[in-house]
């Protein structure tokens, strides 16, 4: 199957700054790339997804950029704010095998 | 809101014991999913299902068995519960069940095993 890396586990920013999260797949026919938020004991929440016929993707204060060469895909929020703070989580999906794979999630920290 | 619906929204039992978690899809979609989330942990995919049938299979264990219904609510059955399956457990529909298919989550069902 699948194997989705997520990179770091935990990020803290300080409020105006830029966050990146990277994430990594191995299967090369995967082919679309959510990006998921969720806040503490809530549910996942999409915010930004990239399909493979694209190479990156902006809404407002987050973009997400993907590489299919390197077969790796980040995540981009600018101008953090603390409300931004909360647990990401990258996913791929793959149609060999009809369902996502999602990373290990990160926990990101905006400071005010 | 994501359109999604999950009962209950809590639910503690004792070990040994069987529950019951549904689900109802956005209007219009086709397709459910069950994942599994434990104390700060990932994602873990359970099992699919599209139009009442079973699509795809993840790492759910034989003691928990689930089935999609005619009006399209789903329903996740665990049996023979243990201490370790407390976690959240969320649903998510998506119109049909392509891999490029948006899934929208389920508030979840807090599922806590004493």
């Known amino acids: 199957g699948e194997n989705v890396e997520q990179h770091p586990s935990t990020l803290s920013v300080q409020e105006g700054d830029s966050a990146v999260i990277k994430c990594t797949y191995s299967?090369?026919?995967?082919?679309?790339f959510p990006w998921y938020k969720q806040e503490l004991g809530k549910r996942p929440q999409l915010i930004i997804d990239i399909r493979s016929n694209v190479g990156e993707k902006k809404d407002q204060r987050i973009a997400v950029t993907l590489n299919k060469t390197a077969k790796h895909f980040s995540l981009h929020i600018t101008e953090t704010q603390p409300e931004d703070s909360a647990v990401y989580f990258c996913a791929a999906s793959n149609p060999n095998f009809n369902k996502f794979y999602f990373g290990s999630g990160t926990k990101l920290n905006v400071k005010p | 809101d994501s359109g999604v619906t999950q009962t209950p929204k809590h639910l503690i039992t004792a070990t040994g014991q069987r529950v019951t978690l549904r689900c109802s899809p956005r209007s219009g979609d086709l397709s459910v999913y069950w994942y599994q989330q434990s104390l700060d942990q990932g994602l873990q995919f359970l099992i699919q299902y599209y139009n009442g049938e079973e699509r795809a299979k993840g790492n759910i264990l034989e003691r928990f068995s689930a089935q999609q219904f005619p009006d399209l609510h789903s329903e996740l059955n665990l049996s023979s519960l243990e201490l370790g399956d407390s976690a959240l457990y969320f649903c998510?529909?998506?119109?049909?069940?392509?891999?490029?298919?948006?899934?929208?989550f389920g508030p979840g069902t807090r599922l806590t095993v004493l």
């Open positions: 998510a529909s998506s119109v049909v069940w392509t891999s490029t298919d948006t899934q929208y």
């Open positions: 299967d090369s026919a995967s082919n679309y």
